[in-house]
DNA sequence: GCATCTGAATCCATATTTCGAACTTAGCGT
DNA sequence: ACGCTAAGTTCGAAATATGGATTCAGATGC
């Protein structure tokens, strides 16, 4: 996903307008400051209001605000749960959609660990059954790990490239 | 990197406070509105600051503001490059730093190709020398592809749990 | 029934950020 | 010297975030 092709390092236009880009349709989505910290909640299995609130210090009316849009987006999905003696509770479950979100989410943090942190987080990801550890990594179609100098983008076919 | 324990789904605590979490941190640098389409422009090899004002439509100022804070935090760096017949200019090119966040574009960009879109979107993402459609996958470390649901994760042995 | 507690949410006044347009700067070509 | 242009800066108006107080709804206790 460098440029694809380095002797000519200088593009004047985008191949695709942010209205048509999938990258930017996520940023509208999720690329707020909060947005992104309440996932990580939910990955952690904290999804009760003010569970979330003490956790990340984040005034209601924006809490409020940031869960109903991601319900309506269809990331989040309010789920009445209800404890020994105690009255019907919601709480913010991930959809099937925002479980998906992981990949993201565990590319995201490995690298503020690298560039950030400078060192493993208190953290680690790991496979359930196996309890290997676990990374987000960049895959061929024939499942061989590629880095990341070697990924480029290309126009799909049939797609009109809309630069002048 | 769902609930670790499926049966006691409701977490009160995250694991670790935000102040200590990678997760958190990088969402501080690159977690908002324009600093994620300005690094996608600088992945598309558009660097320059009128091409990228003309693609995303940003104002000025915000994107004045955006690329210093970049360059300040190491994602991008301000690097000097001459046309002929025309004045030295400077572009703002991805550091290591800033490339490595491919991984993280790719996997936010298939997400949304997925749940937003609902199909392909207009730019495939490939590899350089063999032209093979990449992805990005967690994988374990014996490089075995795992599925989301398998990811979880774990409190990393010496780190003291902060919840309560 | 009635007061009380608590999680969830809304309201409101203030502070910050963003927006859009106009203005400034620096170096080149004529 | 003059105009041109890419790259910023500046500034008032609009939008958004913040923190605190208030409201609301369901469950429990009396």
Redesign the pocket.
Known sequence: MSNPDPSSPLRRRAPIPKEACALAMAAEEIG???SLLILREAFYGVM??????ADL?????????R??RLVARGCLE?RPY?EA????????ALTHKGRDLATVLIALTQWSETHIIGGPGPVDIIDRTTGRPITAMLVDDADQIVTVADATWRQRPGTNDTTS
Chains 1, 2 share one sequence.
């Open positions: 707020d400051r909060w009760r209001y003010d569970d979330i609130r210090d984040i005034p209601r009316s924006v809490l409020s605000d869960l109903a309010k209800r003696g105690d009255r019907t509770r919601y709480a913010y």
